[in-house]
């Protein structure tokens, strides 16, 4: 027989299961975007275009300044601020992030660096456990 507090029990059971299912999956997806980032600013690609030991993001709706990926480029943190606080600076913007978050083997990302107004592509392939850069475009404006 069922009563009124299995019931409420069955409730809350079907509503928790799918938020730590989707909490689980976001940071999943966190720690694979943390990876990728990270061989993206530590390339020999990315040291072309980007000559400073500390790196700057610009926040935005794919990076804010409360996410909570570590990036480090050459053992130095990476600072994600709002657009007002960099003036002045050289500093990069996440301008496309695709990546299938059921099962990432591969993604595309697209960096622009700002001032200098170049555009950074790159297609990313997972082997193994290590993300490696397949293909990369640099257009300067």
């Known amino acids: 027989m069922i009563n009124r507090q299995n019931i409420l029990l069955i409730f809350f059971i079907c509503l928790i299961v799918p938020v730590y ?6 940071e999943k997806s966190n720690e694979e975007k943390e990876k990728i980032l990270n061989v993206i600013i530590n390339s020999t690609q990315f040291d072309s275009i ?5 790196v700057y993001f610009v926040a935005n709706e794919l990076l804010s300044e409360e996410s909570p990926l570590v990036l480090k480029r050459k053992h130095c943190k990476v600072k994600i601020r709002k657009r007002e606080d960099l003036i002045g600076k050289d500093y990069v913007a996440l301008g496309d992030f695709t990546m299938d978050r059921n099962n990432p083997t591969h993604v595309r990302v697209q960096l622009e660096i700002i001032p200098s107004e170049v555009l950074f592509n790159l297609a990313l392939e997972k082997k193994g456990d290590k993300w490696e850069i397949i293909n990369h475009l640099i257009m300067k404006e």
């Open 21 to 26: 299912a989707q909490t689980f999956d976001i």
């Open 50 to 54: 980007y000559s400073h030991r500390r």
